[in-house]
């Protein structure tokens, strides 16, 4: 890929993946991020966050990390608060903010299963099938919400 998709891809996915690599660092983990992955399964991910997890790690650390890029519907609710009514940055702000906080397959098959998280030691779980309907539906709240703050 040419270095300036290489960037596009980065701005679009960076963000989503900080979030969980910020949330890992707060509990004590060593994250890792890396833009356009190798990957082995089927599709491929724009974006990976892992980070070393030792099976000590309680199951409520699992989650908010998984669940972390889900901020990003409360910096809408915070733009909501600052941002005049009819202030063009609020209609922006839709499409990245519901983008960088719509969760995963990855990410909800890690939050349902901490304790394979825990085996592992890494933040890879297998998908057992239900979470890529769940994810696109759940994609579709996250988006409601985000411009449901920053529209209404």
Known sequence: MSRIGRLLVAVAVLPHEAAHAAVAR???????VEVLPAWAGRGRPLGRFDARVPESTPAFVVRAVALAPLAYVGVAAVLDAVLPGGSDLRVLAVAPLAYWAALSNGDLAVAAD???????????????????????????????????????
């Open 26 to 32: 707060l509990f004590g983990l060593d994250a890792e």
């Open 114 to 152: 901490p304790e394979g998280v825990r085996e592992r030691g890494r933040f890879l779980v297998a998908d057992r099938g239900w979470s890529g309907p769940t994810a696109d539906a759940l994609t579709v709240l996250t988006t409601g919400a985000v411009a449901g703050l920053l529209l209404a």
